[in-house]
């Protein structure tokens, strides 16, 4: 159960684009189509982004895309907004019906 | 619409017990997984324990197995965290939150409840 890897920041100007890794092992990423993104507000709960590498909720914009290559997952968010400034974790289904989180990057819009 | 109310949270010695509400609405409860998920001051997520719809299946995190117990009422769309033994280290804001049906991911996450572990 060991923490997939994210850089603990990023940071891209309004109307960029910004790339966010998250790389696993083979008990996680690798082997399922189960990694999930989640951006976290200041004092507010976790909110669900990106689902099966991806997919997005209802709701959420399609400035927000998931992809997977390997060991490693990445989240784009294109047209960055101020509003976008939040903290991502990545997290991943593994084999031992368990999830694993990433430690969480830290996004600022310049 | 889906909610989900956390309750239980508080300070509480070291070695001590304590147990965890989450209190669900807006969906038929007994149809999906749930999961607690703690995130201590200042730092990331843990997922800590999860337990199918039907309560028979459960799993921990290597942390917590064997000191936390997690259960189900699903006649009152409840979700409990029974935590013992508890440790400095176990001091977090705990989440509970819905596993999507068909898709294992949390899709719905409560507001939150703090236990502090303190000596």
């Known amino acids: 159960q060991s923490a997939l890897t994210q850089p603990a920041s990023v940071s891209g100007s309004p109307g960029q684009s910004i790339t966010i890794s998250c790389t696993g092992t083979?008990?996680?990423?690798?082997?399922?189509?189960?990694v999930s993104w989640y951006q976290q507000q200041p004092g507010k709960a976790p909110k669900l982004m990106i689902y099966?590498?991806?997919s997005r909720p209802s709701g959420v914009s399609n400035r927000f895309s998931g992809s997977k290559s390997g060991n490693t997952a990445s989240l784009t968010i294109s047209g960055l907004q101020a509003e976008d400034e939040a903290d991502y974790y990545c997290?991943?289904?593994?084999?031992?019906?368990?999830?694993?989180f990433g430690g969480g990057t830290k996004l600022t819009v310049l | 619409e889906v909610q989900l109310l956390e309750s239980g949270g508080g300070l509480v010695q070291r070695g001590g017990s304590l147990r965890l509400s989450c209190a669900a609405s807006?969906?038929?409860?007994?149809?999906?997984?749930m999961s607690w998920v703690r995130q201590a001051p200042g730092k990331g997520l843990e997922w800590v324990s999860s337990?199918?719809?039907?309560?028979?299946?459960?799993y921990y995190a290597d942390s917590v197995k064997g000191r936390f117990t997690i259960s189900r009422d699903n006649s009152k769309n409840t979700l409990y965290l029974q935590m013992n033994s508890l440790r400095a280290e176990d001091t977090a804001v705990y989440y509970c939150?819905?596993?999507?049906?068909?898709?294992?991911?949390?899709?719905?996450w409560g507001q939150g409840t703090l236990v502090t572990a303190s000596s």
């Open positions: 099966d590498v991806t």
């Open positions: 939150a819905r596993v999507k049906s068909m898709a294992p991911t949390h899709d719905y």
């Open positions: 083979s008990s996680d990423v690798s082997d399922y189509n189960y």
């Open positions: 997290s991943s289904y593994s084999n031992t019906n368990t999830w694993v």
């Open positions: 337990i199918r719809g039907s309560g028979i299946n459960t």
């Open positions: 807006g969906f038929t409860f007994s149809s999906n997984a």
